[in-house]
T-cell receptor, first 116, second 109 residues
Framework: GAVVSQHPSWVICKSGTSVKIECRSL??????MFWYRQFPKQSLMLMAT?????????EQGVEKDKFLINHASLTLSTLTVTSAHPEDSSFYIC????????????FGPGTRLLVL | GQNIDQPTEMTATEGAIVQINCTYQ??????LFWYQQHAGEAPTFLSY??LDGLEEKGRFSSFLSRSKGYSYLLLKELQMKDSASYLC??????????WGAGTKLIIKP
């Protein structure tokens, strides 16, 4: 299957700082990328969907000014958690999909964020 | 509303066969995915069904009945490494992926 990388895999930061997470599709062009959050022992929660060159579409309850998403190229999307607080500590996972809307979403390995 | 149901947890024995069921009620249907997620890791793709019937891929098979809103994932010759959560997800009419809560599969020796 297709390969999606995510960096960094682990982040520990102080409350109030901003954290940027990168998601890259390594061997295919990702027209659409998705950002998920998963708390321990809970389901995946979709945060936002981004299409290359367009503004991201955020799910209800997700603050777009807090979770900034940029999808500037067909292989890279970034999620910036601005002014992170302890309640933002979670497992953030990106996924990428090719041009067709029925194509498989391939997931990156995830980023664990711990805000102290 | 849209709903996907799958058992919360199942237990099986190493070397045996287990079937994980998934029923769905969604606005439209453009396919059903199964993913495997090991604890602390991201999901990995297992299968995609859009037509009725059984798709076999090694030890894993996935079945779909669109008229019944039903799918199952069949795992044969279970190995300890198959202990994981199995996520069922349906692509609805808006091509949005609707996720089930996942089934935690525990394999015992």
């Amino acid at each position: 299957g297709a390969v999606v990388s995510q960096h960094p895999s682990w982040v520990i930061c102080k409350s109030g700082t901003s954290v940027k997470i990168e998601c890259r599709s390594l061997d295919f062009q990702a027209t659409t990328m998705f950002w998920y959050r998963q708390f321990p022992k809970q389901s995946l929660m979709l945060m936002a969907t981004s299409n290359e060159g367009s503004k991201a579409t955020y799910e209800q309850g997700v603050e777009k000014d807090k979770f900034l998403i940029n999808h500037a190229s067909l292989t890279l999307s970034t999620l910036t958690v601005t002014s992170a607080h302890p309640e933002d500590s979670s497992f953030y996972i990106c996924s990428a999909r090719g041009h067709s809307r029925t194509e498989t979403q391939y997931f990156g390995p995830g980023t664990r964020l711990l805000v102290l | 509303g849209q709903n996907i149901d799958q058992p919360t947890e199942m237990t099986a024995t190493e070397g045996a066969i287990v079937q994980i069921n998934c029923t769905y009620q969604t606005s439209g249907f453009n396919g059903l995915f199964w993913y495997q997620q090991h604890a602390g890791e991201a999901p990995t793709f297992l299968s995609y069904n859009v037509l009725d019937g059984l798709e076999e891929k090694g030890r894993f098979s996935s079945f779909l009945s669109r008229s019944k809103g039903y799918s199952y994932l069949l795992l044969k010759e279970l190995q300890m490494k198959d202990s994981a959560s199995y996520l069922c997800a349906v692509l609805d009419s808006n091509y949005q992926l609707i996720w089930g809560a996942g089934t935690k599969l525990i394999i015992k020796p």
